[in-house]
T-cell receptor
Framework: DSGVTQTPKHLITATGQRVTLRCSPR?????VYWYQQSLDQGLQFLIQ???????AKGNILERFSAQQFPDLHSELNLSSLELGDSALYFC????????????????FGAGSRLTVL | AQSVAQPEDQVNVAEGNPLTVKCTYSVSGNPYLFWYVQYPNRGLQFLLKYITGDNLVKGSYGFEAEFNKSQTSFHLKKPSALVSDSALYFC????????????WGAGTKLIIKP
């Protein structure tokens, strides 16, 4: 157990639907990151939050949004789902903020596997 | 643009033999380099990092990596492979642009045969 908790583990839904993925970071970590892993595009950084504030954006689609709450857990919302959104979505956490070396030492959750039919 | 390449999609090694997983990078300035491992149905785990100092970096599970500035490489090594080392290995480099995030290689599947 890495200390990063992601729910749900598996999710099957239909095109056009909306889903929410949830992440609880490791105790003491203030940064949360979301990644998408697919066979054709590899590991893609989506977004980072630090202590409730958005800190960096990667290849996140406009149909996707995220937030980090005061208790530091985070949610990734995926809407108007398409077949191509089927992927493994990882949450990771770290102690530091971007720019700090510790920020790149990430602890990953086990992932949420999304299947869009 | 900064990038990292893992030239081998898959590496096959017999148990007990030394293993090497290759990584090359392209950055402006001094690189911050990382290796992560992903076991089947698991999230990635941090193995080791190079920031500065000794070119040979030791990490978890007996792995080490050698930083070579002239060859812009950061190869992952282990003297004696175990079947349990079979996994997907990712090399990454810090992006010193605006977001300081990791730029990831495509991953190398390591298969250790008994």
């Amino acid at each position: 157990d890495s200390g990063v908790t992601q729910t749900p583990k598996h999710l099957i839904t239909a095109t056009g639907q909306r889903v929410t993925l949830r992440c609880s970071p490791r105790s003491g970590d203030l940064s949360v990151y979301w990644y998408q892993q697919s066979l054709d595009q590899g590991l893609q950084f989506l977004i980072q939050y630090y202590n409730g504030e958005e800190r960096a954006k990667g290849n996140i689609l406009e149909r996707f949004s995220a937030q980090q709450f005061p208790d530091l857990h985070s949610e990734l919302n995926l809407s108007s789902l398409e077949l191509g959104d089927s992927a493994l979505y990882f949450c990771a956490s770290s102690v530091g903020d971007r720019g700090q070396v510790g920020a790149n030492v990430l602890t990953f959750g086990a992932g949420s596997r999304l299947t869009v039919l | 643009a900064q990038s990292v390449a893992q030239p081998e999609d898959q590496v096959n090694v017999a148990e007990g033999n030394p293993l090497t997983v290759k990584c090359t990078y392209s950055v402006s300035g001094n690189p911050y380099l990382f290796w992560y491992v992903q076991y089947p149905n698991r999230g990635l785990q941090f193995l080791l990092k190079y920031i500065t100092g000794d070119n040979l970096v030791k990490g978890s599970y007996g792995f080490e990596a050698e930083f070579n500035k002239s060859q812009t490489s950061f190869h992952l090594k282990k003297p004696s492979a175990l079947v349990s080392d079979s996994a997907l290995y990712f090399c990454a480099v810090r992006d010193f642009g605006s977001n300081y995030q990791l730029i990831w290689g495509a991953g190398t599947k390591l298969i250790i045969k008994p």
